[in-house]
């Protein structure tokens, strides 16, 4: 049997998205961008959904989802925000590196990100806290996540005690009202994950997938990291 014609198999394979055919000096700019695609587009609930993947201090690793709040191409860092004192605080305070996957099923589309993380500065913990919505800031008094508990009802009790620690009463405040004035806990904020090894995928016919990979290093540099030139690397499926 013959090779196959090129161009049939283009037919076959190449007929939906794909990466670029030279591949970008750097990812997070095509990444981000596909973020902001997948939030606007709407077809798809928590478009910001992404696992998130830590080393346990006993050398286990443990997966979660977490909401990317925040898509910084440049300098290249995602943001989530949780409570530092829970299992993924504890975590990524014993070993601060981390690894995310987005993954938009309704585009075929995949980013994964990995590299050091670092807890996000107080002032835009505070500047996100307050714009949660009150139900979210009393939940984060109230929990101690992660932490065994008795029963709901123990939960709900704390709850009524945060409330009542503010002088907030359930009945006479509007659902989602982000007005309400509640202090952040010093256990909940933010954490940046740096990007240091980033690939994109685009899904393919037959798993004839798009596939690239991009690394560069990364210096401390102030509360962060200061990023080299990025490498970039074609991979197969």
Not at 166 to 175: D, H, I, Q, S, T
Not at 177 to 201: F, I, Q
Not at 211 to 230: I, K, N, Q
Request: glycine content about 12%; proline content about 6%.
């Amino acid at each position: 049997m013959g090779n196959a014609d090129q161009s049939d198999l283009v037919s076959v394979y190449g007929g939906g998205e794909s990466l670029p055919g030279v591949l970008p000096s750097e990812p997070m700019g095509l990444a981000s961008a596909w973020f902001e695609e997948a939030q606007r587009r709407g077809d798809q609930p928590n478009a910001n959904a992404m696992t998130l993947a830590t080393l346990e201090p006993d050398g286990g690793v443990s997966a979660r989802i977490v909401l990317c709040k925040s898509f910084v191409a440049d300098p290249g860092y995602v943001v989530f925000y949780t409570n530092y004192q829970g299992r993924k605080g504890r975590a990524l305070a014993a070993n601060p590196r981390a690894a995310v996957v987005f993954h938009w099923d309704h585009q075929d589309r995949q980013v994964r990100i990995e590299g050091p993380v670092v807890r996000s500065p107080a002032s835009e913990s505070d500047a996100y806290f307050a714009n949660r919505p009150w139900e979210s800031k009393i939940g984060a008094w109230a929990s101690a996540q992660s932490e065994p508990i008795a029963s709901r009802e123990q939960l709900l009790a704390q709850v009524d005690e945060a409330m009542a620690r503010f002088g907030l009463v359930a009945g006479e405040l509007a659902a989602g009202d982000r007005s309400v004035v509640v202090p952040r806990p010093a256990h909940w904020g933010g954490w940046r994950v740096w990007a240091e090894r980033v690939e994109l995928w685009v899904g393919g016919v037959g798993r004839v997938h798009d596939r690239a990979r991009w690394v560069r290093g990364l210096r401390t540099s102030g509360d962060g990291f200061e990023g080299g030139p990025w490498s970039a690397t074609r991979l197969s499926p």
